[in-house]
C-alpha cells in the first residue's frame, strides 16, 4: 500500500513538472505580460513590499483571488502562490480559506476540512442564494445540537503550519464553540466580536485544529461559518486569500453583505479578480453592466485598501454547451482593458494568451481542459498559475532594476 501511495504521489508531482516543462504551439507565450494604464502607483508600492519581505524585513504581504469555479478549485490560485513562496525563499503567511467540503461542495487540495454535524450552505450566485455571506461568497449555518468541525493544512500547501487561527462566525449566544485540547499547545482565546471573529493563538505551530460546538438553547437558531484564517506569524512570507465561488458572476460578490467588512480584516496588497465565464454564457451578456459591476466591485476593494494593487484577469476562452464558440468573451476582454484605463489598474490577458478564440478546444484536444470547454483540468490551471506568476514576476524584475 505504502508503495502504491509513493507511486502515485510520484505521479502528480511529475505531472505538474511535466506542465511547467512542455510548451504548446497554440499558447501565445510571447503575450504573457501585465498591461497597465500609465499609473501603475500601487503595484510600484507592491513591489516594494516584495523587494522588503525578500530581505525578510516585511510583514506578510496579502493576496486575495476573487473568481467562480476556477478560483475555488485552487489549483490555479495554489500555483500562484506556491512560486511566489518559492522565488522568495518564504515558507510563512497563512490563508483565508471556506471550509467547503463542510458542505459538500469542491476544495482547493491545500486546506482539508471535517466536521461530524450537518450544515446548510449559503452561496453568492443567483440559484441557492440567501443571506448572509461573507467575503468568500458562502456561508454554512448548523442548528445540530452537538457538532465537531476540524481544518487541516495538507501536504500540497507551500505554509505548512499556522499558530494563530481566526474564526468567522456570528457570534450566537445561543452556542458555544471551543477548540479541542491537541498535545502541549496551549490556546489563548481573543473575541473580537466588532470584527467578526474569534481569534485562537497558539504556543506552537500546528497543521490543524479541532473544535466543539455545543448548542445551550433555542433562543436564537443557527451559528453560522464565513470562514477561517490560518496564520504563520513565526515566518514572514505570502497570504494568499482564496476567494471563489461555484457560478459567481461579475455581481455575485456585490450581494455578499460581509464583503468589505471582512476583506478589511485581511486588508489585501494584491487583488487577482477573475470573474466573466458565467456573465458570458448568458445570452442577456451586456458589456455596459459587466463594467458597471466591476466598477461597483473594484470600489469597494478601494474603500477597504485605497493603496491595493489590482489584477483583472480576461475572460478566458469557453464554449456554450460544449458545442457553440462563445464570441462575446471578446467582448468581456475588451471591458477589461477599459476598466484597466478607468481605474488605472493592471490587466493580464489571459484569452490572448490562451490563443484567443475558439482556442479552448485547442486546450482541451491537448489533455489540458475538461470535455465541457469551460473549465481546465489539474495541468492547465498549473499553466495558467505558473504563467500568472511569471507575468508578475516579470514586471516587478523589470522595475525593481529601474
Not at 502528480?12 to 497597465?36: D, E, P, R, V
Not at 487540495?109 to 443567483?126: D, L, P
Not at 468568500?136 to 495538507?154: E, L, R, V, W
Request: net charge positive; charged share 20%; proline share 2%.
Amino acid at each position: 500500500m505504502k508503495h502504491l501511495i509513493k507511486i502515485l504521489f510520484f505521479f502528480f508531482w511529475s505531472t505538474i513538472f511535466f506542465a511547467q516543462q512542455q510548451t504548446y504551439q497554440f499558447i501565445n507565450y510571447n503575450s504573457n505580460k501585465l498591461h497597465f494604464d500609465k499609473h501603475s502607483r500601487n503595484f510600484l508600492n507592491l513591489y516594494k513590499k516584495m523587494s522588503e519581505l525578500k530581505n525578510k524585513n516585511s510583514k506578510p504581504i496579502v493576496v486575495a483571488h476573487i473568481g467562480g469555479s476556477h478560483v475555488q478549485g485552487g489549483a490555479w490560485t495554489n500555483t500562484f502562490h506556491a512560486n511566489l513562496q518559492n522565488n522568495f525563499k518564504t515558507n510563512g503567511g497563512g490563508y483565508f480559506i471556506f471550509p467547503f467540503q463542510m458542505i459538500k461542495t469542491n476544495s482547493p487540495s491545500y486546506i482539508n476540512t471535517k466536521t461530524t454535524g450537518k450544515w446548510a450552505k449559503c452561496r453568492c450566485v443567483t440559484k441557492g442564494f440567501c443571506l448572509p455571506l461573507g467575503m468568500s461568497g458562502y456561508s454554512a449555518k448548523t442548528n445540530d445540537s452537538a457538532n465537531s468541525f476540524t481544518i487541516y493544512i495538507t501536504k500540497f500547501a507551500s505554509c505548512k503550519t499556522f499558530n494563530t487561527i481566526k474564526v468567522y462566525h456570528n457570534f450566537n449566544p445561543s452556542f458555544e464553540f471551543n477548540p479541542i485540547k491537541k498535545g502541549d499547545i496551549s490556546i489563548e482565546r481573543i473575541n473580537k466580536i466588532t470584527d467578526g471573529y474569534t481569534e485562537f493563538k497558539l504556543s506552537l505551530p500546528t497543521d490543524s485544529l479541532a473544535f466543539e460546538l455545543i448548542r445551550k438553547d433555542t433562543v436564537q437558531k443557527d451559528f453560522i461559518l464565513y470562514g477561517f484564517s490560518l496564520e504563520n506569524k513565526t515566518n514572514t512570507g505570502f497570504y494568499l486569500a482564496t476567494l471563489g465561488a461555484n457560478g459567481a458572476s461579475s455581481s455575485s460578490f456585490l450581494r455578499c453583505n460581509y464583503f468589505e467588512s471582512q476583506l478589511k480584516t485581511i486588508m489585501p496588497d494584491l487583488v487577482v479578480i477573475s470573474l466573466g465565464v458565467n456573465d458570458t454564457q448568458s445570452k442577456n451578456f451586456e458589456s455596459v453592466d459587466y463594467i458597471e459591476n466591476y466598477d461597483s466591485l473594484i470600489t469597494k476593494i478601494k474603500n477597504v485598501n485605497p493603496n491595493v494593487s489590482i489584477l483583472l484577469t480576461t475572460t478566458t476562452d469557453n464554449y456554450i454547451r460544449r458545442k457553440t464558440s462563445n464570441k462575446r468573451s471578446i467582448s468581456a476582454q475588451a471591458a477589461m482593458f477599459e476598466l484597466m484605463t478607468k481605474h488605472h489598474i493592471a490587466v493580464w490577458d489571459m484569452f490572448e494568451f490562451m490563443g484567443g478564440y475558439k482556442s479552448i478546444y485547442k486546450w482541451y484536444k491537448a489533455g489540458l481542459a475538461s470535455r465541457d470547454k469551460v473549465h481546465f483540468n489539474n495541468k492547465g490551471y498549473t499553466i495558467m498559475g505558473d504563467y500568472m506568476y511569471k507575468a508578475l514576476i516579470q514586471s516587478y524584475n523589470n522595475n525593481t532594476k529601474k
